[in-house]
């Protein structure tokens, strides 16, 4: 599950969840879009701290497109991830 977060100028956060597409199915895999390899192990994930590595650039850009390092986030199909209201905001 992935939240966008935007602070307010009084410290309030607002989170929402990341909106998958309409047609995602549980389990669909999420890329950066233009990328492309195989996913990881499990085993993988544990032992690179893949989540706590590409955390620090996930973001909501001013369209509201979950992106990670420029790439917007998508499915197998090309579908965007979106947030509903925040924009420019990150992600957790």
């Known amino acids: 599950v992935l939240c966008a977060v935007k602070t307010d100028e009084n410290g309030n956060e607002k989170v929402e969840f990341i909106d998958p597409p309409a047609d995602a199915k549980p389990g669909d895999r999420v890329i950066g ?9 499990p085993n993988q994930i ?3 701290k893949a989540f706590e ?4 650039n ?3 850009d001013d369209n509201g497109i979950a992106k990670w390092s420029n790439y917007r986030l ?3 199909d090309g579908s965007l991830l979106t947030a509903p209201t ?3 905001g990150i992600m957790r």
């Open 86 to 88: 925040i924009r420019n």
């Open 33 to 41: 879009e233009g990328l492309d390899g195989d996913p990881w192990t």
């Open 74 to 76: 998508v499915t197998k």
């Open 58 to 60: 996930l973001l909501v």
């Open 53 to 56: 590595t590409i955390a620090a």
């Open 46 to 48: 544990d032992k690179q």
